[in-house]
T-cell receptor, first 108, second 113 residues
Framework: GQSLEQPSEVTAVEGAIVQINCTYQ??????LSWYQQHDGGAPTFLSY????GLEETGRFSSFLSRSDSYGYLLLQELQMKDSASYFC?????????FGKGTSLLVTP | ETGVTQTPRHLVMGMTNKKSLKCEQH?????MYWYKQSAKKPLELMFV???????ENNSVPSRFSPECPNSSHLFLHLHTLQPEDSALYLC????????????FGPGTRLLVL
């Protein structure tokens, strides 16, 4: 089977840096993705890691350690609009399996 | 029109009704998906289609019936639903079922009375 663990809620101050961790157990692994979903909206793709290391896309970075079955999403220079839910997802060949999501609240 | 579209955006139905949700993707992708998202729960994969063939059915009750007439269109036929089926139903597409990047539609917010 598959399972993904990520914190349910995180609160951070505008301008700060926040890291959202994700650990996973899976029988087949192609890569780890991150999605953002605002209230009432659809999930949107943020990043994908197939290999170990850090991928940077603007203010967002994502890290993967396949040996540790662990990854994280790093958000820098937080803005109020970053308040949303963030989901990690494991690609296992047929489809994505999503974690329960981390609700990020950015405060002034 | 670009991306993934879904209709209707909102739907209220009784338990004896029959309705259909429609999804269309304009991205030239080969794989399409239905997900269910209930409040405070993770996205639950329901069905996966690759090149119009169903490749995964994630133990979904038979009151949900998918249909994929071509690689651009996906339907979810609903009949005799239960109140607990009330949720946001999301359609997504990806280039193929390795699917590391999925593009989601806006969803259909379904309320079953």
């Amino acid at each position: 089977g598959q399972s993904l663990e990520q914190p349910s809620e995180v609160t951070a101050v505008e301008g700060a840096i926040v890291q959202i961790n994700c650990t996973y157990q899976t029988s087949g692994f192609y890569g780890l993705s991150w999605y953002q979903q605002h209230d009432g909206g659809a999930p949107t793709f943020l990043s994908y890691n197939a290999l170990d290391g850090l991928e940077e896309t603007g203010r967002f970075s994502s890290f993967l350690s396949r040996s540790d079955s662990y990854g994280y999403l790093l958000l820098q220079e937080l803005q109020m609009k970053d308040s949303a839910s963030y989901f990690c997802a494991v690609s296992s060949g047929y489809a994505l399996n999503f974690g329960k999501g981390t609700s990020l609240l950015v405060t002034p | 029109e670009t991306g993934v579209t879904q209709t209707p955006r909102h739907l209220v139905m009784g338990m004896t009704n029959k309705k259909s949700l429609k999804c269309e993707q304009h991205l030239g992708h080969n794989a399409m998906y239905w997900y269910k998202q209930s409040a405070k729960k993770p996205l639950e994969l329901m069905f996966v289609y690759s090149l119009e063939e169903r490749v995964e059915n994630n133990s979904v009750p038979s009151r949900f019936s998918p249909e994929c007439p071509n690689s651009s269109h996906l339907f979810l036929h609903l009949h005799t639903l239960q109140p607990e089926d009330s949720a946001l139903y999301l359609c997504a597409s990806s280039q193929d079922t390795a699917g590391e990047t999925q593009y989601f539609g806006p969803g259909t917010r379904l309320l079953v009375l």
